[in-house]
């Protein structure tokens, strides 16, 4: 049985290529994300020392792994599980890097005091006036 000059086969073995990059992408992604909140919370920790190079290799490795090594080792078995692979891994990381500054953001806010709070609400949105002019 052919569709389209590609064999059942063909078609099945695409689909799952499909789901396993987008599996493989998903846990990638979320795994990248706690690897760079750990560099972030040893770097502020710690700063730039010896310290930090001694704790974070693993981390650093495994952020190479996910965007680099992986991926060029599925592109020689199948574009499409690559492709897919790469889609939602940039997709999901770009969204989590987004969340965590808008919680760090949110965290921040909610440790000032009530009137510096209302103080920058006001310097914001006199500049939003501002610019509307």
Not at 38 to 52: C, D, F, N, T, V
């Amino acid at each position: 049985m052919s569709f389209g000059g590609l064999s059942f086969e063909q078609i099945i073995n695409g689909l799952l290529y499909f789901v396993s990059g987008y599996f493989f992408a998903i846990f990638s992604s979320r795994h990248s994300l706690a690897c760079l909140a750990r560099i972030r919370q040893i770097y502020a920790e710690k700063g730039l020392s010896l310290a930090l190079f001694m704790a974070v290799p693993l981390s650093i490795l495994f952020i190479l792994f996910a965007f680099l090594i992986f991926p060029s080792w599925l592109t020689t078995r199948t574009y499409v599980g690559a492709f897919t692979y790469y889609a939602v891994l940039l997709y999901f990381f770009s969204k989590g890097v987004r969340n965590a500054r808008a919680a760090e953001k949110q965290e921040k806010e909610d440790s000032m005091p009530r009137a510096e709070r209302r103080r920058l609400k006001r310097e914001e949105k006199k500049k939003s006036a501002d610019k509307a002019q």
